[in-house]
């Protein structure tokens, strides 16, 4: 474990997806902290004929890592915000770090997409059960988010550069967009955004009402500024 004095957000630019038609690019996260170096998301990955339907233009997690001077072996801890194939897809290779999800995306993951979930061999997974809002390490925290699936969950991440009060939200995909981020909650919404609107509408309140400094999102590579 490398030990850094600060806390620190980088950007991981994983695969592209084409979704209706567009481009949409796939992040994770490397939250630099001084107890360690933190993954939230690992990026693309599933059988061939899945990344073909979605037109995965797509990286290794190594490669991506790369990018910020790091290797899949630097990273000590795996958030997974949730269990699909753009999130998760690469957690075979931190099978060295434990991996924290919450277990009613685990639940839903067995149940709503069995291949998937036979594919990746998660049941070899080191994953950390998580029950709700847990802290990780200190100033780092999960936020259940449920909506775009059942056990969705979001990151927060407080005092980012030494700046006390801030606090950086890594989003997952309880909003694709800024767009989604911001918009009216009657708008037409992209497919797959809300498996459940009316969870999904209260996550989003309840991460808007925290007030945070910016919001990273995992399909939009603009980060919002309060
Ligand atoms: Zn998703």
């Given amino acids: 474990m490398v030990m850094r004095d600060t806390l620190e957000i980088k950007r991981l630019h994983l695969a592209r997806l084409e979704v209706g038609g567009q481009q949409w690019p796939v992040h994770g996260f490397v939250v630099i902290h001084p107890a360690g170096a933190l993954l939230v998301d690992t990026g693309v990955g599933g059988p061939d004929e899945m990344l073909s339907d979605w037109r995965a233009v797509n990286r290794t997690a190594a490669e991506a890592l790369g990018d910020i001077d790091m290797s899949p072996a630097d990273i000590d801890l795996v958030i997974n915000t949730h269990l ?10 931190f099978s060295h770090a434990p991996c924290y999800v919450q277990r009613a995306e685990v639940e839903r993951a067995k149940v709503e997409s069995r291949d998937l979930f036979d594919w990746f061999g998660f049941m070899n997974a080191r994953f950390e059960l998580l029950d ?3 802290e990780i390490v200190p100033g780092v925290r999960v936020i259940a988010t449920p909506g775009h699936t059942s056990g969705h969950q979001s990151v927060l991440v407080s005092g980012t550069a030494g700046a006390t009060g801030d606090v950086d ?5 309880a909003a694709y967009t800024t767009v989604q981020y911001g918009g009216p909650e009657d708008g037409k919404l992209p497919p797959g ?15 808007r009402s925290s007030d945070p400094t910016r919001v990273h999102f995992c399909h939009d590579t603009a980060v919002l500024h309060r």
């Avoid at 699909?84 to 290779?93: E, I, R, S, T």
């Avoid at 939200?169 to 995909?173: H, R």
């Fill in 84 to 93: 699909h194939f753009d999130h998760c897809g690469q957690n075979a290779v």
């Fill in 132 to 134: 709700g809002d847990a």
């Fill in 169 to 173: 939200v890594l989003i997952g995909d």
């Fill in 193 to 207: 955004q809300a498996a459940d609107p009316a969870a999904w509408r209260a996550s989003l309140q309840r991460i």
